[in-house]
T-cell receptor, first 114, second 115 residues
């Protein structure tokens, strides 16, 4: 079955370290998204991509970067981890045919920055 | 930009009681609206979505939502709560504007079901 996976599921790191979170989908979807989830804020968009070599900033992109070298993967990099980036991170994908399209979510990565 | 507001961060109901989770939206264009559910330590799963085909939308697990343009609302209901409904619920609006294609989420409502 097609799916979307994230790794690692849990990560502990130290302030200042570079961290990369992986996202892989097997639906061949054009659109991929990264969100962070924090209490009281719901999910907030970090970065998104509409296809290979395309990346765009969301509302909370400071301190994060993404690259899209193929259709299946959109890794999220924290350039220099900060305690404020402790959160749960979700990757999602959609086919991108229109605003009615459903986004499909991965299981999440729980990141703790000490 | 589009936005959604979920009234009530926590809702508690008894098993068998009506579930009502509130969502109001703000949109400059005809909205596409979604309800997602998140069970503990899991990702988000689509419950239902409104795509203008019908104002009353039926979803999985007995949930439904009614789109009311005059009230800018898309409240989620279920006639009889089950213990397994305990989860966090998110309302979202499709935010396709200025070249952006994404979802904007509400802050979520945690549903507790008492035996």
């Amino acid at each position: 079955d097609a799916e979307i996976t994230q790794s690692p599921r849990h990560k502990i790191t130290e302030t200042g370290r570079q961290v990369t979170l992986a996202c892989h989908q097997t639906w061949n979807h054009n659109n991929m998204f990264w969100y962070r989830q924090d209490l009281g804020h719901g999910l907030r968009l970090i970065h998104y991509s509409y296809g290979v070599q395309d990346t765009n900033k969301g509302e909370v992109s400071d301190g994060y970067s993404v690259s899209r070298s193929n259709t299946e993967d959109l890794p999220l990099t924290l350039e220099s981890a900060a305690s404020s980036q402790t959160s749960v991170y979700f990757c999602a994908s959609s086919e991108g045919q229109g605003p009615q399209e459903t986004q499909y979510f991965g299981p999440g990565t729980r990141l703790l920055v000490l | 930009a589009q936005s959604v507001t979920q009234l009530g961060s926590h809702v508690s109901v008894s098993e068998g009681a009506l579930v009502l989770l509130r969502c109001n939206y703000s949109s400059s264009v005809p909205p596409y609206l979604f309800w997602y559910v998140q069970y503990p330590n899991q990702g988000l799963q689509l419950l239902l979505k409104y795509t203008s085909a019908a104002t009353l939308v039926k979803g999985i697990n007995g949930f439904e939502a009614e789109f009311k343009k005059s009230e800018t609302s898309f409240h989620l209901t279920k006639p009889s709560a089950h213990m397994s409904d305990a989860a966090e619920y998110f309302c979202a609006v499709s935010d396709w504007d200025m070249g952006r294609r994404a979802l904007t989420f509400g802050s979520g409502t945690r549903l507790q079901v008492q035996p």
